[in-house]
């Protein structure tokens, strides 16, 4: 039985620690998952040039933010790698070149959500980077690359944000209400993922000034790409996890089967 592809908004590092209607719907995801064998995660925070994979043992949680309480940096997720998950990564992404990584670790993109969903932190995970330099295109063929993992007890997840715009965002605010053009994104791009248009999702930046607000900038945008990869023309897509955080970033969790 194939696993799910799962895409989080993981919105503000501090759901890392909060227990509140984002955090809460992630933990019932991931008691209502048959368990994986292993975890591969695409987030917003590994942005670089090239494309590699986390190849350590023992991954560390990176603290990749500033100006939080110092509760933030003491969390540690402790799950293990799997090195030959990154190395099983290579091979389906050949011919392009893959990096083996012993330097990155876990970011908050991804132990922010995975705290919640798998609080015991024993399921080995693997982190993708996703290349800064390489248009959306090349970013969804890679995720149809990836898909054979769906059959192999990988549970792929993209983690990021379908809006984010931080310079509209309600700092210091409480209870903001959602823009009116992050709203009608977010409502565009629903209609697309339940009529299966993987297409104008990927041609993003084309359709117009309400996707160009929402996705100033491709990071927290692609880890969707990638994840819209995996579908499979029979797989259902469900919103488990909705909502606005500061008027103008997207908590829209998609899952596909």
């Known amino acids: 039985m194939a696993l799910p592809a799962i895409f989080f908004g993981h919105g503000n590092p501090m759901n890392a620690i ?5 955090t809460e719907a992630w933990s019932a995801i991931g ?3 048959p368990r994986p064998r292993a975890i591969l995660s695409v987030s917003a925070h590994w942005y670089q040039p090239g494309t590699s994979v986390t190849a350590v043992s023992r991954p560390r949680t990176i603290h990749d933010f500033g100006g939080f309480p110092r509760a933030l940096y003491d969390v540690t997720y402790p799950a293990p790698g799997d090195r030959a998950l990154a190395e099983r990564v290579q091979a389906l992404l050949a011919p392009l070149v893959v990096g083996l990584d012993e330097k990155w670790g876990l970011d ?12 015991a932190a024993d399921v080995p995970v693997v982190q993708l ?4 330099a390489e248009p959306a295109s090349y ?14 007890g990988v549970l792929v997840i993209g ?3 379908l809006v984010h715009n931080l310079h509209a965002y309600g700092w210091g605010r409480k209870e ?17 993922l339940i009529q299966g248009d993987d297409a104008a999702l990927v041609a993003y930046e084309s359709l117009g000034r309400d996707a160009l607000l929402s996705a100033p900038t491709p990071d927290h945008y692609l880890p969707l790409v990638y994840v819209m990869g995996l579908r499979r023309p029979e797989d259902d897509v469900t919103f488990p996890v909705e909502g606005f955080d500061g008027g103008s970033v997207s908590m829209l969790a998609i899952r596909f089967g």
Do not use: C, M
């Open 139 to 152: 970013h969804y063929a890679l995720g149809r690359k990836l898909a054979p993992l769906r059959d192999e």
């Open 176 to 192: 903001v209400a959602p823009y009116d053009w992050a709203q009608r994104f977010e409502k565009l791009a629903r209609e697309f």
């Open 159 to 161: 983690s990021g944000n």
């Open 31 to 33: 008691r209502s998952l």
């Open 18 to 22: 909060e227990t509140n209607g984002y």
């Open 108 to 119: 908050h993109g991804t132990w922010s959500v995975l705290r919640h969903v798998y609080p």
């Open 129 to 132: 980077s996703i290349d800064e």
